[in-house]
């Protein structure tokens, strides 16, 4: 039995964008067979210019002098690249001029961008100006990641696909904060003060920023209608002193977040997002409830690591950007993920 | 906040084949908001010329003095009609006719049957046959279900999208027969003689047949090669007097199956697949291992109820087979699955 040819070819990345994910993303890459890393981009001035293999700590060998260049053009000159991987920021409006220029030079895309997930949700207008940009350069944009992307959207909507008459869909994902770097610690609040934990979550400058639109694809795919949505969030405290990787946790201090959005329509949940962030959670773990016929109730046990399954997910979204009609796509017009084929040939 | 139109139309479905999953499926049809029942096929004489709503024990409203009829063309005079739920017999061979038959009256189809999962893989002429058969009429057929084409294929191709370098998966699937039909329990032997079942499961006329398809759709899918596999399968033996669906079970009977399927590369084990269908059995459930990176395991506590999940699938698949581009599709060529949702319409 033989399920796949041996015909392989190689698909040429440049890595736009080298922060801890682009540089764990980069690292991916070449340690991906089927995956060449030829370029890469990034606005930092301590970056600009030093050795990509130096940068990510890899043997020079299959690099070829490769250099990090302050921009697309500089990091494409004179080599045959297929896809970007695009990790930059969040904001849409901020990177909807980076992947017009990696259409533009004839590159597939997939981007870390939040707000790309589900780009129409708010404000269709930089979605429209990218799909066109897509469709003008023949080639496909895609936004994902785990979250959203993946584990708060894409697999509550396909587990929902075994069942009929859906009432409601409860996502829930429980990670503990102690596992994860000190970055993700800060960004949970850890070591702070309520009140600040407090101002920051109701002014929404602090937690995932993705529910809304995790929720919004969930209602868009199963065509559940919403006519109100209620977030609430906040500080989990310490009971007792805690280590973290901020440094030590006084009683009473922040250990995390708790943050829970209900979509509603006539008064009624029919869906709930809850996300609980926090030093030494108990059962860290993903589920999705799906109140249907059947009723069904998927567990990830352990939970979905973030980093780890945010670079698997984009490493993994390259052969769909490759092979999708030209445009920019969701999770909902693509094919279903699968872990990375170097089997798939690049664009001709 | 509103994240669907009001716009809605109606899907007309024709229901092909009226056994046990045909009726269920009519059934959920025609409870089903934006789908219609407009007329069903089925060669028993019994059924054939019965009213469709009696025989459903449904409510007549709606269905227009509806009848049972023996040919698709009688089905259809008169009616308007967009996909067929076809739930005849296993076997590809066998449906190819019927399915071609359904393509030329210009319907989308929708098939149970589980050779159609992925029917390329040992014989690809009849696949290849309502390929163009698809093509020429320009519509979409699928064939799918829980099992297999969701929950031992579907489900760990998709999670194994949050991986990288996956090395190994493992899909488990324990069922407890005691809450299933009679039918189900006489497919996995209750009551039989364990040597009866050993000689059945030997030539491969009885258990479960789809577990080699749905191991190759994820080899298929991940880019896994496989150089050997290895079927194995023994009747589980009551300890004790039971209970069944079919009566009394002795002790020493036959209270059900274990089967495992291994695929291999290099004498190295790549993809399992292993399935219990045991009165009584304990903690029945749906695993999903990804042996990569991230190491991820996935749980459907309780498992995946069969019945109920097939027809889910079954309907869900709707939507897609009426978007999908002409051709026989299977689930790695289509968008990810969702439930149902009536905001889609039919194709023109």
Known sequence: LKTSGSDRSVVNVIQYGLGSIGMACAR???????????????VDPEKIGRSLARLLDLPPKGFRGIAVRASLAEAMAGRDAHVA????VSSLGAVVPQIQDCLRAGLAVVSSTEELAFPSRTDPEPARRLDVAAKRARRAAIGTGVNPGFIMDLIPIVASGASLGVRKILVRRVLDAGRRRAPFQKKVGVGMAPADVRR???EESMGHVGLLDSALLIAAACGIEIDEVRKSGAPVLATRPMRSALGRVARGKVIGLRQNLSCRRKGREVIRMEMVMVLGAKDPRDESFIDGSPRLHLRWEGGVHGDAATIATLINAI?????????LHNILTLPIPRTFSPLLSPQP
Do not use: F, S, Y
């Open 28 to 42: 991916a890459v070449a340690a991906t067979p089927g995956l060449r890393l030829v370029g890469a981009v990034d």
């Open 85 to 88: 991987m695009h990790t930059t």
């Open 200 to 202: 920051r979550l109701a």
């Open 319 to 327: 052969p769909r950007a490759l092979t999708a009609p030209p445009g």
